[in-house]
Each structure stands twice: as C-alpha cells, then as structure tokens.
C-alpha cells in the first residue's frame, strides 16, 4: 500500500500543518480540505486508500498501522525538524486512520463517499 508515498511531499504539508505555535502547545492543529486532499495523494496512489481496506479484519487493521509505521511514520522523522516530528507523526496516524478505517466504515453505513 505504501510503495508510492511521497515522503518530501508529507513532510512539506506537515510543516505547512505544524506551525510553531503547534509545537509549542498553545495552539491545536489543523488540517484543512486542501491539505487534506494533498496529504491523500501523496499517501495513496489514488488519492485514497484502495477498496481492500474496506472491511479489513483486526488482524489486517493491525498489518495495516505496522505497514504505515514502517514505511511513513518512521522514515518521515528524517524529513522533518526533531521540534514538530512528534506532532507531524501524530497528525498523520489520525489522518491514515480517518482515509482508511473510518471512511470506508462511513461508506459502508451510508452507502455513500462518506
């Protein structure tokens, strides 16, 4: 799932997303449409997880976050200043989990784009 990550690209919508004022803690971060719609694309192939995620078991949710460790979180600390790294990683695990196992509940339930 992660062989065509953007990793510069990430990097440059988490420092976009991680001000210093997020750093610092006296501000929440926030991740708008835009940002959003790049950080799928740079995550995704197309723009959004593929449909095998959708309905994926414990055991492959599990694979899934291990994969995205291994392959995002983890090299994008290099990328990225040690003071916002830690927010950036955190930011992204939330985002991942919304595109991948929340939405494709939503769309499940809805019967919709969630």
Not at 47 to 70: C, H, I, R, W, Y
Not at 91 to 99: D, G, I, P, Q, S
Request: glycine letters at 6%.
């Amino acid at each position: 799932m992660f062989e065509s990550v953007n990793l510069a690209a990430l990097a440059n919508i988490a420092q976009s997303v991680i001000t210093p004022e997020v750093a610092t803690g006296t501000k929440a971060w926030r991740v708008d449409s835009h940002q959003r719609h790049r950080l799928y694309h740079a995550l995704f192939p197309r723009g959004k997880p593929g449909p095998d995620v959708e309905g994926a078991s414990p055991e492959d949710q599990n694979a899934l976050l291990s994969q995205f460790t291994a392959c995002v979180a983890s090299p994008l600390i290099e990328f990225l200043p040690p003071a916002i790294a830690p927010f950036a990683v955190l930011m992204l695990y939330e985002e991942f989990v919304k595109a991948v196992f929340i939405q494709s509940v939503l769309q499940v339930e809805t019967g919709g784009e969630g």
